[in-house]
């Protein structure tokens, strides 16, 4: 499921409508509206912010298993910050991990043929 898609399903699931969720973010309806449709990049603070109203997490959010790059970025007084909940079902959370480690292996596999084609292209 893309990142779009999970945050209008767990707004949903709140009874959240996209007028109350702009309004708590600080958008207009319209900017709020682009995010769920996909059509707008979102930085990591965004999600995070998102992640927060929806009582998420922003690894939960985040999808892996696409073809996505997660760019986490902070200036020198910018430092992306993560809800660190209690673990409660440790095997499952375990679980999550490995396939997270396995999804973040496809990315650097990913990120590094971007490189060698950027490489290559330069040196054309």
Same mark, same amino acid.
């Given at each position: 499921? !893309?990142?779009? @898609?999970?945050? %209008? $399903?767990? !707004?949903? #699931? %709140? ?6 969720? #702009?309004? %708590?973010? &600080?958008? /207009? ?7 769920? *449709?996909?059509? +707008? @990049?979102? #930085?990591?603070? *965004?999600?995070?912010?998102? #992640?927060?109203?929806? @009582? /998420?997490? $922003?690894?939960?959010?985040?999808? $892996?298993?696409? *073809?996505?790059?997660? $760019?986490?970025? &902070? &200036?020198?007084?910018?430092?992306? +910050? ?26 650097? +596999?990913?990120? %590094? ?12």
């Amino acid at each position: 499921m !893309r990142m779009c @898609d999970k945050i %209008k $399903f767990m !707004r949903q #699931a %709140k009874e959240l409508s996209q007028e109350q969720m #702009a309004e %708590k973010l &600080g958008l /207009s309806l319209n900017g709020y509206a682009n995010i769920e *449709r996909g059509e +707008t @990049d979102v #930085a990591s603070s *965004r999600i995070q912010q998102i #992640a927060e109203v929806l @009582d /998420s997490d $922003f690894m939960e959010l985040v999808s $892996f298993g696409e *073809r996505n790059v997660v $760019f986490l970025t &902070g &200036g020198e007084h910018e430092h992306p +910050t993560y809800n660190v909940g209690v673990i409660q079902n440790s095997k499952a959370e375990l679980e999550k991990s490995h396939l997270i480690i396995e999804a973040q292996k496809t990315e650097i +596999t990913y990120l %590094k043929e971007i490189i060698e084609l950027m490489k290559a292209k330069q040196a054309n």
